[in-house]
């Protein structure tokens, strides 16, 4: 439901023209596009302030505004009011050359002076690998909806979600201003092996039933090779090693987290009777060197026995 249109612009239904403006001006210099690159929300409240402002400031607007409600002036702007509308379009439609005035004058610092607005900010999602994103990439991309290729540089230690601004490379100013921006947001990809968290990475690697009763060395994958880990004898499932210095880097310090290695116990599946039958016999009177399961066991008795 839509939001009610003095509410919007913090005035009451009395407002005279002069404050009515005062409170847009106010609103569309905090809320600007240009003041808050990237923020979305922002810019739907810019939106949503100058429809408002559009209706209200508009004498027979504001008389079946008031008299029907968001009803009466629905045929002028549709559901969706100006949320699909470009914001250059809502100032020159609403002020014409007011535009380049007291509110552009206020919102981009220059006092008496005319300055043209700026085109859009635009984004692109840019995806790469862990590996690219831990180490850093020279890459050249292609800008949105334009066969022009620029060179980016991608430092060591981004993450899904982290933006790379490129000054003047958004869209052109209808106006005859600057260009926006361009916002390249990285997306990492999943890694087969690791996951990141932070500076840390974090491994899950199999073992075999053998190898976790007798210990064994086993290959562990890093982001640039690969390392032998030590994996000392009666190791249960789940116990998590920590190799120093083998993590990521990050994009605020030099620190390199670590990489955690958790190894679980894989035990063997489609066993013949006679490998079957080995087991048994290696395993035959063992049972109280299964200290966590005898402990389960003896907890449980305990537990029952209470309840009869």
Do not use: W
Not at 116 to 129: D, H, V
Not at 176 to 182: I, N, R
Not at 270 to 291: M, P, V, Y
């Amino acid at each position: 439901m839509k939001r009610d249109y003095y509410e919007i612009l913090g005035v009451d239904r009395n407002v005279s023209a002069p404050d009515l403006k005062k409170a847009f001006k106010r609103l569309a210099i905090k809320y600007h596009p240009d003041k808050n690159p990237g923020n979305t929300e922002a810019e739907a409240k810019f939106k949503e302030a100058a429809e408002a402002y559009e209706v209200l400031s508009d004498q027979a607007k504001r008389q079946t505004y008031d008299q029907f409600g968001h009803q009466g002036v629905n045929s002028n702007f549709g559901q969706s009011g100006f949320q699909n509308v470009d914001i250059n379009d809502i100032f020159n439609n609403i002020f014409g050359d007011e535009i380049f005035g007291d509110i552009f004058g206020d919102i981009f610092g220059r006092a008496g002076s005319r300055r043209p607005p700026r085109g859009r900010n635009i984004q692109m999602a840019f995806e790469m690998s862990l590996e690219e994103a831990v180490y850093g990439k020279d890459v050249e991309i292609r800008l949105p909806n334009s066969n022009k290729k620029v060179s980016v540089n991608i430092p060591a230690g981004v993450d899904t979600g982290n933006k790379i601004r490129l000054t003047g490379e958004g869209e052109a100013s209808q106006y005859g201003g600057e260009h926006g921006d361009l916002f390249i947001v990285v997306q990492v990809q999943k890694h087969d092996f690791l996951e990141r968290e932070g500076n840390h990475l974090y491994c899950e690697v199999p073992i075999r039933v053998d190898q976790a009763i007798l210990g064994a060395e086993i290959e562990i994958p890093t982001l640039s090779k690969k390392v032998l880990l030590k994996i000392p004898p009666e190791t249960q499932t789940g116990k998590i090693f920590k190799l120093r210095d083998l993590g990521a880097g990050s994009l605020r310090g030099k620190t390199t987290g670590d990489l955690f290695v958790r190894v679980v116990v894989e035990t063997p599946s489609k066993l013949s009777s006679k490998q079957k039958t080995a087991i048994e016999s290696a395993f035959l009177g063992t049972e109280e060197n299964f200290h966590e399961s005898d402990n389960f066991t003896t907890k449980i008795n305990k537990k029952f026995k209470s309840l009869c």
